[in-house]
């Protein structure tokens, strides 16, 4: 391989500040740029949606320490093209920054529900996404308005928890049950049975479109029904920013499907949400912390070793915290049937779980309790007939 | 160079300890203890990596 001697790192979210990192520690010392749209620094998305939405006065859960690689940082400015050939990033003002490696981190950004009606004005519906959108939900939260949330995944129910302490009345829309397509219908079960206890409401429909009533909001569902309230928080997925690349080439089947190292090309490897990479369970994008993390220390020592470098191997790691529960989960998701190995019951409190797969893998939960994730990891990855005895208590 | 933890930010997570076992460890109440606290160049990646990973920001390398 050619020495690099400079490298470029599209998007300054954990999967940017992460790769420049992880270059840093792998030896590269040549000169290293970051283009990012965001104009902060490098900050904990997870944060925004737990405890940045309850914060005190001063919302200081989602900051990272500061980054020391070093990088020349281009901020507040798209990259909207990728030029391979010429081996250029061409930013939204005109610049090119050439490079002998790029690094695609450019993350995803929230879905959101169509209008109802076309040719009305556009209902407002508020996503968490950015800091700006966790400092706008915090402020309109404060006088406590009836709160509709669209979505039943983990970050429409985070965001369900934190509009009830709040003190808002709030339903949350969603066509299954909440959280049964992300964890399984046992653990879903937990969950809605402690969102119950919180006063949360469920509308079981889908959302199909949003109206404006002459200055009230409203939400259409599938089965006829309209909720009205003062405001909608849409958490319906993410989609990952992949436009700027659509003239690149790289796309296949409208994604972006890297390696086991997290290439793409030896000069271009891709990690965080924007890519779909190898894994168990085939080529999935896998929209979390610890697989930006992971995906982007992997893509790193790839620019600097090549086929030298080793593969990711991603045994994904999730969490979340809503309605007094705090979950984590080591091992693929969701789970179906009853927890295989059970200590406590997740009903009335602290318990830690494990199912098993038909690949021999395994997926351990704990629920309230504490335990530390290489633990946890050892319990997903040993058959439950070998499980050593647990210790934690 | 010193590792720092906020405690009552830290929320047990433990990604901080599979990022560097070697310095430091979630105990038997899930408390985080920092077996090293003085890095020396050595460790300094690891540190740096562990500060890193945590989603809470809850550790610092000063
Ligand atoms: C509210 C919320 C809660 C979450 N909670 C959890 C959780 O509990 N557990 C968990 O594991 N995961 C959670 N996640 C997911 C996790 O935060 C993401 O997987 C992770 O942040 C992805 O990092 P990334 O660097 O790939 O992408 P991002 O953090 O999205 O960073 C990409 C950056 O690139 C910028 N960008 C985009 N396009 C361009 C362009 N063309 N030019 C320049 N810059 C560009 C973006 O603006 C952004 O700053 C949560 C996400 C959200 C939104
Ligand atoms: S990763 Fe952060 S929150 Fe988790 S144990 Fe380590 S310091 Fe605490």
Known sequence: MQPLKRVVVVGNGIAGLTTSDSLRAAGFDGELTIVGDENHAPYSRPALSKAALLDGGEMTSHHLPPSGHGAQEILGVSASRLDVARKAVILDDGTDVPYDAVVIATGSRARRLGNADLDGPEVEQLTLRNLEDALTLRKRLISKPSVVVLGGGALGMEIASGCLSAGCEVTLVSRDRPLVQQLGPYLSDVFVASAHRDGLKVASSRAVGLRDAGGHRQVLLADGSVIEAELVISAVGDVPNLEWLSTSGLLSNGRLEVDTRGRLRPDVVAAGDVAAFPTRHGIRRVPLWTSAIEQSKVGALALVQGDDAPELDFQPYFWTEQFGLNLKASGFLPLAGPPGFVEGNPHDGPALMRWSHEDGSGTAVAINYRIPIPKLRRLSNTAPAAAPPLTNR | ?62
């Open chain 2, 1 to 62: 160079m010193k590792i720092v933890l906020d405690r009552p930010r830290c929320e047990g997570h433990g990604l901080c300890e599979e990022a560097a076992p070697q310095l430091m460890h979630l105990d038997d109440d899930g408390e985080l203890v920092l077996d090293v606290e003085a890095v020396d160049n050595g460790d300094l990646e690891a540190a740096k990596a562990a500060v890193r990973v945590c989603p809470v920001a809850a550790l610092r390398v000063a």
